[in-house]
């Protein structure tokens, strides 16, 4: 199987980043593990965060990246949820959420910091990483039938 991965979002902002063309901008996310794109393993999470953020317009966007070009991107392992909630309260403090990018990593895998035992997030911050998602299959799932 593929890296597939789940990002919970607007319809609006779901059709700018699936297109054509498709444009995910790694420069406009920001989070608990700073400025990147993020997506996670649990659709059902996704699914959750868009319906309570953007309600009827809420969206999920399924990520395929093809498993020879996932390999080829350099990741980076946080293991604890105690690490990435340790991390976040640094980049607030620094007022750096939205601007931190860690050094020479294309992604980073780690636990989510709010919530528990939901699987894993991915934060893509290179360049190399958004041409993948860029070029990666996408199906979008409308939240509300």
């Known amino acids: 199987m593929d890296n597939i991965s789940y990002h919970g979002t607007s319809s609006e902002f779901a059709e700018s980043i699936v297109g054509p063309p498709?444009?995910?901008?790694l420069t406009l996310g920001k989070g608990?593990?700073?400025?990147?794109f993020y997506t996670g393993s649990s659709i059902a999470l996704a699914a959750i965060w868009?319906?309570?953020?953007?309600e009827d317009q809420g969206v999920v966007i399924e990520f395929e990246i093809p498993k020879a070009n996932f390999v080829q991107l350099k990741g980076l392992l946080i293991k604890t949820q105690h690490e990435v909630v340790t991390h976040w309260e640094t980049l607030k403090l620094a007022k750096k959420t939205k601007k931190f990018k860690?050094?020479?990593i294309d992604y980073v895998v780690a636990p989510f910091a709010t919530v528990e035992h939901t699987g894993n997030q991915f934060k893509f911050e290179?360049?190399?990483a958004e041409d993948e998602l860029n070029s990666s299959n996408k199906i979008i799932y409308p939240c509300v039938s």
């Open 32 to 36: 608990e593990l700073g400025k990147g």
């Open 50 to 54: 868009a319906r309570s953020r953007y």
């Open 102 to 104: 860690f050094e020479d």
């Open 22 to 25: 498709s444009n995910v901008d």
């Open 126 to 128: 290179s360049k190399k």
